[in-house]
T-cell receptor
Framework: DAKTTQPTSMDCAEGRAANLPCNHSTISGNEYVYWYRQIHSQGPQYIIHGLKNNETNEMASLIITEDRKSSTLILPHATLRDTAVYYC????????FGAGTILRVKS | DAGVTQSPTHLIKTRGQQVTLRCSPI?????VSWYQQVLGQGPQFIFQYYEKEERGRGNFPDRFSARQFPNYSSELNVNALLLGDSALYLC?????????????FGPGTRLTVL
């Protein structure tokens, strides 16, 4: 499974868009990009996943570059409840979590 | 609908003991995966079971074992506990074993080994 690189932490103002980057330069053709988040003291929560095309759901948008070597998770209007650790995962057969990005949404 | 449930919530054991953790998946889900999360790190994959068969195993010693029952619930067993086994143990269920299926995580079992 390909390795991912994410910033250790990010801050975002409440109501603004939060853009979380992820590098996965060794991704192979059959590997999906997944995003999960973990709010303190809870189990991880699925956000979104994609293979090649950009994806959007009720929680977020996922933008994958054409060469698939990087992606960005966008939370369009961040709230205080979005403060969490966000994990970018690339894989085909299992989820391999890294350290993730700590997103702090501030009022 | 009930989410993934895990028991017990917390557990304290001493070195050398054995522990069994339990997980009930969401109704209709046939795949259960187990993860270990050490404080300050992301979850690490231990096992995946689908239709009572092991479908994947992470880089964990043989002291770790698991099984899945006909009702799709699962148990994780850890023998000869070490201090380093202290962690949050997470169970996740999904409809199939395919990774692209959304995995739903339970709240975890906090294991402390003294």
């Amino acid at each position: 499974d390909a390795k991912t690189t994410q910033p250790t932490s990010m801050d975002c103002a409440e109501g603004r868009a939060a853009n979380l980057p992820c590098n996965h330069s060794t991704i192979s053709g059959n590997e999906y990009v997944y995003w999960y988040r973990q709010i303190h003291s809870q189990g991880p929560q699925y956000i979104i996943h994609g293979l090649k095309n950009n994806e959007t759901n009720e929680m977020a948008s996922l933008i994958i570059t054409e060469d698939r070597k990087s992606s960005t998770l966008i939370l369009p209007h961040a709230t205080l409840r979005d403060t969490a650790v966000y994990y970018c995962i690339v894989g085909a057969n299992k989820l391999v979590f890294g350290a993730g990005t700590i997103l702090r949404v501030k009022s | 609908d009930a989410g993934v449930t895990q028991s017990p919530t917390h557990l304290i054991k001493t070195r050398g003991q054995q522990v069994t953790l339990r997980c009930s998946p969401i109704s209709g889900h046939k795949s259960v995966s187990w993860y270990q999360q050490v404080l300050g790190q992301g979850p690490q994959f231990i096992f995946q079971y689908y239709e009572k068969e092991e479908r994947g195993r992470g880089n964990f010693p043989d002291r770790f074992s698991a099984r899945q029952f006909p009702n799709y619930s699962s148990e994780l067993n850890v023998n000869a506990l070490l201090l380093g086994d202290s962690a949050l143990y997470l169970c996740a269920s999904s409809f199939t074993s395919a990774t692209y299926n959304e995995q739903f995580f339970g709240p975890g079992t906090r294991l402390t080994v003294l």
